[in-house]
């Protein structure tokens, strides 16, 4: 059982930055992808970021530009910088990665950007 530990969230003004990292008890390069989703309160969680083994990575729109999601095979883990962040990405971040056939979920890390 992969057990994963996220770290990095806190309170930030708007337009600031935060780096939310992802411990993993176990290697990450059997992981197809390890990434990021959110979930704000009252609504469903959605996706932020992935990164697959082979580097490829992928954005939800709102986040395009301002988020950067890397992974560290040595230090089994991997992170997400977040830059220019807004009220509206409020929200417990998850950690999750992937298999070809489980998915493993992180505890959350909570992030609150005000004005």
């Known amino acids: 059982q992969v057990q994963l530990v996220e770290s990095g969230g806190g309170s930030v003004q708007a337009g600031g930055s935060l780096r939310l990292s992802c411990s993993a008890s176990d290697s990450i390069f059997s992981f197809n992808a390890m990434g990021w989703h959110r979930q704000a309160p009252g609504k469903t969680r959605e996706f932020v970021a992935s990164?697959?083994?082979?580097?490829?990575?992928a954005y939800a729109d709102s986040v395009k530009g301002r988020f950067t999601i890397s992974r560290d095979t040595a230090k089994k883990s991997a992170s997400l910088q977040m830059n220019g962040l807004k009220p509206e990405d409020t929200a417990v971040y998850y950690c999750i990665s992937q298999t070809t056939s489980d998915s493993y979920w992180g505890q959350g890390t909570q992030v609150a950007v005000f004005t």
């Open positions: 990164s697959t083994r082979t580097g490829t990575t």
